[in-house]
Structures are given as C-alpha cells and as structure tokens.
C-alpha cells in the first residue's frame, strides 16, 4: 500500500503549526512546514481571537503544502475548547470571538448556578466547572444583554468556523462539544433544560459528528487559490487534548497522563463517565475522546505561568530563552517556595513574577528572589499539582495509577518530568512532544480507512516515537512538601 499523506493544523492558545504526516506502513513521519503566532487581540478592554488571521495562516499551510508537489490525501484541524463565534443568518460572523481568558465571565458561574444546582449541572453534563466553559460565557451575554444572542443564527466553535470557512459546511466535532458543558452525557444530543436556563434557542447549534468524520473538501474556489486541489477535510477529534490523548503510545489501563502546554491536563481514559458526589466534589470533568472514551480529567494552569514570566522578563530587556531559566532553576533550592498553579490572580495577571511573588507572601511561602527561584517554584508545584489530582483521580475512579504519561510541549522540559517523578512517586514516560499535531494527522488515516482503530493508532505511535522515561528519586522530601502544597490549594 502507498504511503497515505496528511496535513495537520494545531492551534494552540498562543501559536499554531501546520503538520505534514506521511503513514508509510507502521510508522509516521512528521514534518512542520509553516509555524505562526496566535496572540490574544485585545479591544476595549475585552479580550479576542483573530479568526481571519488563522484562517489566512491556514491558507498559506495549504498552500506550502501544495508547492511540496506530492499528493495530499486529507487536511484537519484541532483547537483548544470552549471558544465560539456567533453567525448571522446570512452566514457572517457577528464579530470576533471572544477568549476565554476576557474578564466578561467574572460571576456568570455563580449565577448560572442560582438557576439550576450544581448537582444538576453535573449530573446532565459530566463537566468540570470552570468560568471559562462556554455555558457561563454564555450566561455572560445573557446578563449583559448581548444584541448577538437575539441576531445569532448559528454557534460555531473555533474548529467549526474554521471548518465552515473552509468547506461551507456547519457541524461540530463530539470530543470539542464535550467540553462546552452543553452537551448531556446520556443522550449525547444538547441539553435542552441548560438552553432554556440560557433563554437561548438549542437551534442554533450544529449536528454533532463523530471524530474522523469527513466533513467535505475544500471550496472549488479555495481549492484553486491554494493549489492544492479538492482536498478532503476531516473532523479529527477537534479539541486539541483530544487528538493528543489518542497520541499516548500506552497498552493496558493503569496508566495516566499529562498532556502538557499552556494548560496541564491531569487525566485517566475511561470507557464510563465518573458522575458520583466524589467526582463532583473534586470537579473532575468527563470530556469525550477518540472511540467513545472518556477522558477523566482536571485542567491545570500549565505552562501559562513560566510563558508569562518569560514574556514580562523579556519586556524588562532581559530576553532569556527556555534553556537558560531552566539552567537557572536547576541551581535554585529544591522545594523552597510552593504556589498553588491554580490560584486565581494567576488566570491573567499585568505581570505574572509579580503576581506569585504576591501570592507567597500571603500564604506565608519564601518569596522568590530571581527568576531561577521563581521558575524552580513555579515547576515544583506544577508536578505536586498533578500529584494532587492523580492522588484524587485514582480515589474517585478506583483504579491504580502506575504509570504517567507526559505528552506534549512540556515533556521535553527533563527538569519537569523529573519533578513530576519525584512528586507522584511513579515512573514518568515522556512523549511524543508532538502528540496532538500527530494524533490530529492518525484520525485523519482512521477516517480515510489507512488504520482501523485507536488500538492500531497507537501501535503507530510505539513503533514512531522513542520516550524518555524518568524515575523516581528522593521522594522522601518531595512527600514532607507535598504535606505543606495541600495547604495552599485552593481548586
């Protein structure tokens, strides 16, 4: 059989990447070909996503793509959750996406929750609560009055509108609609009793697909511009997590994983939904996956931290790169000055060094005093976090964690993975660092028929990649700080 060829777009919440795969047989070959920033645009003093700039940084992949002269077989994109556009009736955008990150969400939780419990909530949905999801953003526009909510034809989430730009088609993907918190988790359809709480018509949202569905091809009219032809465009699993978890090269069930970037997500994969009061009390959230799983999970602030550092030290003139903080934490004390990653003055502080050396001071912890002590603090507590939400997961689901699973941005960082070692006391398997932008291009082969299932995608990924693995070591100390960063957690 010819080697099937596939070109992936990842978009994070701070840059996106557009990704060749070619599946030759059993293994995969990846290669970036265009990498591009996705900055925050803000407007008023709320906070946007430039949809037409991705949607031009898209059409120029396609179009290097296209000038590599070798045949493309399908296209796919994944995005981070919950962000959403609204559409008029005649198709066009009624103004830029809002972030989840803009202040407008500030106590729509609270007030969504004053109509229907938080039990009832969670029994209908499975989701975790967080400001951020777009129930509450759309409680936000309900509270304020937003004139969008009366014109607004149809909700597209970010991967749909792309998609929609793309191929004219209007659908959305199962795993990104999971983690909206609008989806009922029994019937898998949207929830009416959560609309009507809205005071919002469920009309305007899509049909719901399943990952690998194709979509269509691209416009007649794109396809010449691009010169990449009719391509197929598949809804991969959409949410960039998604497409990441069915990248872990993991066999067997007791194993975990860290899908690690910008945010940190702390799961399991479970083929039920957790739904108890035990789940429900530790917010733990069921987002749907590749082949009906479920994939049990907490969001953790993740590398949001050390990239806001970063960006603050470089204004002051200091412009230090990743490997050098990480050479300057290594020389820091161990365990010295603990945070809670998830403390809320670190959502989007003006200057996030300031905003933890604030933070220590309150609880009592030693305040950093430069930037190797402030990335040492800020790793340290990023792997005792995630022992705090192993040690829960394993409690809720009854099953033991022997291994965790690092994939993404964060398992290159080895101060990282050691530490994650160290604080759950379990062996730590890094990689692939890649593992959205390929589990995005594998759904895209599932989808044409190249692999049958997730079991023979992740058989791909064993025989592609080759992970680091990290040992525990002196977990002695690492359990007396665990005792001291249980006190300061405060989600």
Not at 37 to 49: D, Q, V
Not at 327 to 351: G, K, M, V
Not at 478 to 483: F, G, L, P, Q, S
Request: net charge negative.
């Amino acid at each position: 059989m010819e080697p099937s060829r596939h070109l992936a777009f990842d978009l994070g919440a701070t840059s996106g990447r557009a990704i060749l795969g070619t599946l030759d047989g059993e293994t995969l070959d990846i290669e970036e070909i265009s990498r591009f920033p996705n900055p925050m645009l803000p407007i008023h003093g709320h906070l946007h996503w430039n949809i037409f700039a991705l949607y031009e940084h898209i059409l120029d992949g396609l179009r290097t793509a296209a000038v590599k002269g070798v045949r493309i077989d399908s296209v796919g994109i994944d995005t981070w959750g919950v962000d959403f556009g609204l559409m008029a009736q005649d198709g066009s955008l009624l103004g830029l996406p809002y972030t989840y990150r803009d202040p407008r969400t500030e106590g729509a939780m609270e007030r969504f929750c004053a109509k229907l419990p938080k039990e009832r909530i969670y029994e209908r949905t499975g989701i975790q609560f967080l400001p951020l999801n777009t129930l509450f953003q759309l409680e936000a526009m309900r509270r304020d009055a937003s004139p969008l909510l009366d014109v607004a034809g149809d909700l597209l989430f970010i991967p749909d509108l792309l998609h929609y730009l793309l191929t004219g088609v209007k659908k959305t993907e199962y795993t990104f609609a999971t983690t909206s918190q609008l989806l009922n988790i029994h019937s898998q359809g949207w929830d009416e009793e959560l609309f009507e709480a809205l005071g919002i018509d469920p009309a305007i949202m899509q049909e719901i697909v399943p990952p690998g569905s194709i979509l269509g091809t691209l416009t007649d009219d794109l396809a010449r511009r691009t010169g990449i032809g009719p391509l197929p465009v598949v809804a991969v699993a959409t949410h960039d997590t998604a497409s990441a978890i069915a990248a872990i090269p993991a066999e067997g069930e007791h194993w975990a994983y860290i899908s690690s970037g910008t945010w940190s997500l702390v799961g399991i994969e479970s083929k039920t939904p957790l739904l108890d009061e035990k789940s429900l009390a530790f917010n733990i959230t069921n987002e749907g996956g590749v082949e009906n799983r479920y994939r049990v999970l907490k969001n953790v602030t993740g590398m949001w931290l050390l990239e806001e550092c970063r960006k603050r030290w470089s204004e002051a003139g200091q412009e230090p790169s990743f490997d050098v903080l990480l050479d300057e934490a290594r020389q820091a004390r161990s365990l010295a000055s603990l945070i809670d990653p998830d403390y809320p003055a670190f959502s989007n502080p003006e200057h996030m060094p300031d905003a933890i050396a604030e933070r220590c001071r309150e609880s009592g912890e030693p305040v950093p005093k430069n930037r190797g002590e402030t990335v040492r603090c800020i790793l340290e507590s990023l792997a005792l976090k995630s022992r705090f939400v192993l040690d829960r997961l394993q409690e809720a689901s009854g099953r033991s964690i022997e291994t965790v699973h690092v994939i993404g941005g964060g398992s290159r960082n080895s101060l990282l993975c050691q530490f994650t070692a160290d604080a759950t006391g379990r062996p730590v398997v890094a990689g692939p660092v890649e593992a959205t932008a390929i589990g995005n291009l594998l759904v895209q082969a599932m989808a044409l028929g190249r692999l049958e299932n997730l079991d023979a995608l992740r058989a791909v990924v064993r025989n592609t990649v080759q992970p680091a693995v990290y040992e525990p070591q002196k977990t002695e100390a690492w359990d007396r700080a665990y005792a001291r960063f249980a006190k300061l957690v405060t989600n």
